[in-house]
């Protein structure tokens, strides 16, 4: 068990900046939500909602759209396609609770999550 809280995912989430971390945070609560996967405008606007909860200016909707590519390239994320509704959906590639745990040692991702089955 403690490998998978060393994995490279996890260990990508304590070096996240500020509004990647955010767009995880928005994920996270997502799936503790019961949601399995997100389409990418879904992503933006749970993204958008906790900026705006914790007070912070979210950045614009195509600028944060990309911020999802920087998750995939670390390894916390991974996108799938549905060819045949033409979504792009984005799913947490790392345990969730490995996730929310490397986040929590930020308190503002701390009081997010903890406060946050209201904004997801």
Same mark, same amino acid.
């Given at each position: 068990?403690?490998?998978?809280?060393?994995?490279?995912?996890?260990?990508?989430?304590?070096?996240?900046? /500020?509004?990647? =971390? &955010? #767009?995880? %945070?928005?994920?996270?609560?997502?799936?503790?939500?019961?949601?399995?996967?997100?389409?990418?405008?879904?992503?933006?606007?749970?993204?958008?909602?906790?900026?705006?909860?914790?007070?912070?200016?979210?950045?614009?909707?195509?600028?944060?759209?990309? /911020?999802?590519? =920087? &998750? #995939?390239? %670390?390894?916390?994320?991974?996108?799938?396609?549905?060819?045949?509704?033409?979504?792009?959906?984005?799913?947490?590639?790392?345990?969730?609770?490995?996730?929310?745990?490397?986040?929590?040692?930020?308190?503002?991702?701390?009081?997010?999550?903890?406060?946050?089955?209201?904004?997801?």
């Amino acid at each position: 068990l403690n490998g998978m809280f060393t994995s490279k995912g996890v260990r990508g989430v304590r070096e996240l900046p /500020l509004h990647p =971390s &955010l #767009v995880l %945070c928005a994920a996270v609560l997502a799936e503790r939500g019961g949601c399995r996967g997100l389409t990418e405008e879904d992503l933006v606007q749970r993204y958008t909602r906790v900026c705006r909860k914790e007070g912070l200016q979210a950045l614009p909707r195509g600028e944060a759209k990309q /911020l999802g590519q =920087s &998750l #995939v390239d %670390c390894g916390v994320m991974k996108r799938t396609s549905d060819k045949k509704s033409r979504s792009v959906w984005m799913h947490i590639d790392i345990p969730v609770d490995a996730a929310a745990e490397a986040l929590e040692e930020t308190p503002l991702f701390k009081h997010a999550l903890q406060d946050g089955m209201r904004i997801s």
